[in-house]
């Protein structure tokens, strides 16, 4: 009807920003003026006219916005999505859980074990020089005997940072008389302890390490003799709320030291625990005014910082020249030195003489592969569960087509949904995280933070990990699903299984997983009960340890001896040199036969220590009190030494002469024992009787008691009083042989604790898929087992068929998981020098076991098969 | 609660939209206003109105036929609700209340 129209770009406008709810009408009502306008005669007014009030319905209210009422159907129909998958969510409350608790407890157990592993790797990286820190190993072995010391002698921080200036910049030492505790009081000897974390140091210390000092110079805190720099813990400790600057702290009961500052506690995540450092001039005292200055003797953990990480391979390169140039005679060619970075320690470093244990990367590697693995169980759990729950689904999916959806909409239904409900496990998953870190920090002996799941690591893997999760488990039914015919999807059924061979495969896999950490944990378990209770060779049970380097005993070691022996329940008495079972000495010695002299273990003993132990003399003699030469010119040694040497039999050892000075000759072989833990091989041994009273000082550190297991506490009573008595003053301090042995298999302990721990979760979260996998079977062959049950099949029978299934998919991953479970271990127990044998009765049980729990979760629907009456199911025909 | 008070210009529109009846939308509401008051109003200002009236709950709205001159779009024809019935009579009432109580004597000096 118009003759003209209005002006084009003005009406494009309008429909641009209008509402397209309001657009018709107000277009009609600037359409009606127009024309009106028009007809009074003026185009151009009634053009005016309509681009005015164009302009005039530009305002908020007829604007086109993204509420959500008023978004473009494809957004809209995200909140479609939303509502059925809430819908259904709760209409399946059971599945809903299963999924989602499950996949949580995957993720959980996930991120508690990286965690666990990434405070192992954060160890002592938190100095700013860390890259450019080494520590520097002394091997002293001649055919692989010998030892792989984690110290060095004294002279060689000086030695090495004067020589190679160029590559290293400084040096810092590490010293602690070799004690396992020294004693630390109070100048009024209101507060005494012994102290295991005390180490002697350079004044360097701070320049090299970043640890924090609170008061006091952080340069010269440690330059001046007899300075004492100690934790904010320890100086509550000793002095509680006061200000320890420039009070006194007395050591070993006979020095005074200067308090010159005070330093944060040391952080949980280093190699080296220390509670005091003391300057390292403050030695010269105990050795009559200098520094020792022999290069044998090797007890100062020393560290060296570079110029440059990249120098560490050149001074390396120097090492052997250096070795030759200072190293005596006698030990220069059996000597190397290496270098190991100050990051690498904590996992890496397995030296003798460790400051503290370390950890080993050996553990890191099992408790990834567990992570993995109860993540991988867990992810496939979630992709089963919600695939079979998905096929569920065809009709909506048919009638969703019906109306129009298109291909692309029904993957992102399904692609979302699977999101969301990753999302919700990862939220449980971080809810279970927060609320066990307390227990799993006491168990793994950990500090960690839950604000560590704050860093951009853990963000990206918790929001990765349900949007990769999500669209893996989310894709296959969404293309399954949506290739469906409509009319297919609408007019049958639709109880065929769609992807059953795919999740087949899944249930496979999963129980591979967890029959591998079933028997793994297994595994693991026996290796640790066959190094801990084996036989050491020697008794352990009931001997009381008790500390007594650089204490005042040794002149009154023979009358404490004798008082403790009055004592019907004390057996025997003896001296040693290190823990037996646990750690050891090397010595110099030349025997028969050789051209100069080896480094041997060694420990040094006092009389009765055979007896004491109940270690077996097999030729010669144990040393006698009545020969008074046997100090000097006797020697008894182990098995294995005897073959080392290449001696025939132990009986032709006797009389085999050692050191170049005559007379000197092997007086008796002992049995061999486990001297060190069982993580190495019994190795030669020299057990060196050492009366000099002053080898208390060092060569003797701790007085051993074997006493009946009758009247135990009664006993220590005794031994206490005789102590006190005899060393008035001094702390009596003691622990059984038994329990600190145990300690040496704490590492493997904690370990097999946390696989036990984890591998049980897993196969919790394998089953709750089996159980959700069976209920979702069940309902599918509903129809098919009322059926058979019409036609007369039994109970029985309907639930062997519907069972039957399963224990072939358990039977398969059985045969999957043995070969991989035996290889994976086998691996595993080759870092161990004493393997306990893989016992297969393991793998039967570790089968049955899977087996059994599958049962037990499908049991309910299988019975709930068997016994439905076949009317109800039938009678919606 | 918004809506229960109304302004000038909603009573406005509002008593138009009763008096247009079944044809009341947005230009003809305008053009009604200006034939009875003489108010010139753009026609976007009446449309703000009329939602702002719906909103309060006061006036129904529903697409009418589509009509030729408009090029076949639809009008949104405009009714009274009870509600806006009520709204108007409580306006109405009281304005007569307060009339009726002003003094004869000041009607009287202003005339």
């Not at chain 1, 309001?22 to 681009?51: C, H, P, W």
């Not at chain 1, 894709?475 to 639709?494: C, D, E, G, H, W």
């Not at chain 1, 051209?595 to 040393?623: C, M, Q, W």
């Not at chain 2, 509002?14 to 044809?23: A, E, I, K, P, R």
Request: include cysteine; hydrophobic fraction near 45%.
């Amino acid at each position: 009807m118009l003759k003209a129209t209005p002006p084009r770009w003005a009406d494009r406008f309008l429909s641009w920003y209008c509402n397209p709810e309001l657009l018709e009408e107000i277009q009609g009502d600037v359409y009606e003026i127009f024309a009106r306008t028009l007809k009074s005669g003026n185009k151009r007014m009634a053009d005016v006219a309509f681009v005015w009030n164009v302009f005039r319905f530009f305002r908020w209210s007829n604007i086109k916005r993204t509420k959500r009422s008023q978004q473009t159907p494809h957004l809209m129909m995200f909140q479609n999505y939303y509502t059925v998958f809430k819908r259904g969510f709760f209409r399946q409350k059971g599945y809903s859980f299963l999924n989602v608790f499950g996949l949580a407890i995957g993720i959980a157990c996930f991120l508690l074990i990286t965690l666990y592993i990434k405070d192992e790797f954060s160890f002592d990286r938190m100095h700013s020089k860390a890259d450019r820190i080494y520590r520097i190993h002394e091997i002293f072995e001649a055919d692989g005997v010998g030892e792989r010391s984690a110290s060095q002698p004294f002279p060689l921080a000086e030695a090495i940072k004067n020589d190679y200036n160029g590559q290293v910049v400084e040096a810092v030492r590490f010293f602690n008389f070799q004690a396992p505790t020294l004693a630390v009081a109070t100048t009024d000897n209101t507060k005494e302890f012994n102290e295991a974390r005390l180490f002697f140091t350079d004044s360097t210390f701070f320049n090299m390490f970043d640890f924090k000092i609170v008061k006091g110079d952080a340069k010269s805190a440690l330059s001046n003799t007899h300075s004492i720099v100690l934790t904010q813990s320890m100086s509550q400790k000793y002095f509680g709320d006061v200000d320890p600057m420039g009070k006194f702290l007395r050591f070993q009961g006979n020095t005074n030291l200067l308090v010159t500052g005070v330093m944060e506690d040391v952080p949980p995540n280093t190699h080296f625990q220390f509670d005091f450092l003391v300057s390292f001039q403050t030695l010269k005292e105990s050795y009559n005014g200098q520094l020792p200055e022999t290069w044998y003797w090797n007890p100062c953990w020393t560290y060296l910082l570079l110029k440059d990480p990249s120098d560490a391979a050149r001074l390396e390169a120097q090492l052997p020249a250096f070795v030759q140039k200072y190293f005596p005679d006698f030990i220069r060619n059996d000597v190397t030195l290496e270098l190991i970075p100050l990051t690498d320690i904590h996992l890496k470093s397995h030296m003798d003489y460790e400051i503290q244990p370390n950890s080993s990367i050996t553990t890191i590697y099992v408790f990834a592969s567990i992570a993995a693995f109860v993540l991988l169980i867990a992810c496939i759990n979630f992709i089963n569960l919600s695939t079979a729950r998905a096929a569920k689904r065809a009709k909506e999916v048919g009638m969703r087509k019906t109306l129009g959806s298109e291909r692309t909409q029904l993957v992102t239904q399904f692609l979302f949904e699977s999101i969301m409900l990753t999302l919700l496990s990862v939220v449980f998953a971080v809810a279970i995280v927060l609320l066990t870190l307390p227990l799993f920090n006491s168990f793994a002996e950990k500090q960690i933070e839950w604000t560590n799941l704050l860093e951009p690591f853990y963000i990206l893997l918790l929001l990765g990990l349900p949007l990769a999760l999500g669209f893996v488990s989310g894709i296959y039914p969404a293309f399954v699903l949506s290739s469906f015919r409509p009319i297919t999807a609408l007019k049958s059924n639709a109880s065929q299984e769609r992807g059953a061979t795919f999740r087949k495969v899944l249930v496979v896999v999963q129980f591979s997983l967890s029959i591998i950490l079933l028997i793994g944990t297994g595994v693991a378990i026996d290796q640790l009960n066959m190094l801990q209770e084996s036989d050491t060779g020697f008794t352990k049970e009931n001997v009381i340890m008790i500390p007594v380097s650089r204490s005042p005993i040794a002149n009154v070691y023979e009358p404490l001896r004798n008082e403790l022996l009055r004592n019907p329940n004390v057996i025997e008495v003896t001296a040693l040199e290190e823990i037996l079972g646990s750690k050891h000495q090397v010595g110099n010695y030349n025997f028969e036969g050789l051209e100069e002299s080896k480094p041997f273990p060694r420990l040094n003993i006092r009389h009765h220590f055979l007896k004491t132990f109940n270690i077996p003399v097999v030729a010669g003699r144990d040393y006698s009190e009545d020969i008074v030469t046997d100090d000097t010119l006797a020697l008894v040694v182990n098995e294995s030494l005897v073959k080392q040497m290449g001696w025939k039999s132990n009986e032709e050892a006797i009389g085999k002469k050692f050191s170049t000075r005559p007379n000197r000759k092997i007086v008796g072989v002992v049995k061999d024992f486990n001297f060190t833990s069982r993580h190495q091989p019994i190795r030669p041994l020299v057990m060196d009787l050492n009366l000099n009273p002053r080898a208390f000082d060092l060569f003797i550190k701790y007085m051993a008691v074997r006493i009946s297991k009758d009247d135990v506490a009664g006993t220590i009573d005794y031994m206490q009083k005789q102590w006190k008595a005899q060393m008035p003053g001094w702390p009596f301090e003691y622990f059984f042989l038994e329990n600190n042995l145990e300690n040496l298999y704490k590492a493997e302990n904690k370990m097999s604790k946390i696989t036990l721990i984890f591998s049980g979760l897993s196969i919790l979260v394998a089953c709750l898929g089996l159980f959700g996998l069976s209920t979702f079977t069940a309902e599918q062959r509903k129809k098919e087992m009322s059926i058979r049950k019409v036609m007369g099949s039994s109970d029985s029978e309907i639930f062997l068929l519907f069972s039957k299934r399963f224990f072939v998919l358990i039977l398969i991953a059985n045969v999957v998981a043995f070969p991989l479970a035996y290889i994976m271990m086998k691996q595993w127990l080759g870092t161990f020098a004493y393997q306990v044998d893989i016992d297969f009765t393991l793998f039967i049980l570790a089968a049955l076991a899977a087996a059994l729990i599958a049962f037990l979760t499908i049991c309910y629907q299988g019975f709930r098969a068997a016994h439905t009456n076949p009317a109800e199911v039938l009678k919606n025909e | 609660m918004k809506g229960t008070y109304i302004g000038e210009l909603e009573e406005l529109v509002l008593l138009t939209v009763g008096v247009l009846y079944n044809d009341a939308y947005g230009v003809a509401v305008m053009d009604e206003i200006e034939k009875q008051t003489g108010r010139s109003l753009n026609i976007s200002a009446v449309h703000a109105v009329l939602k702002r009236l719906e909103e309060k709950g006061l006036v129904n709205s529903q697409m009418s036929d589509p009509t030729n001159e408009r090029g076949g779009r639809r009008k949104r024809i405009f009714t009274l609700t009870a509600a806006g019935r009520k709204a108007l009579a409580d306006a109405n009432e009281l304005r007569n209340q307060l009339y009726n109580q002003i003094p004869k004597v000041s009607l009287q000096f202003q005339a």
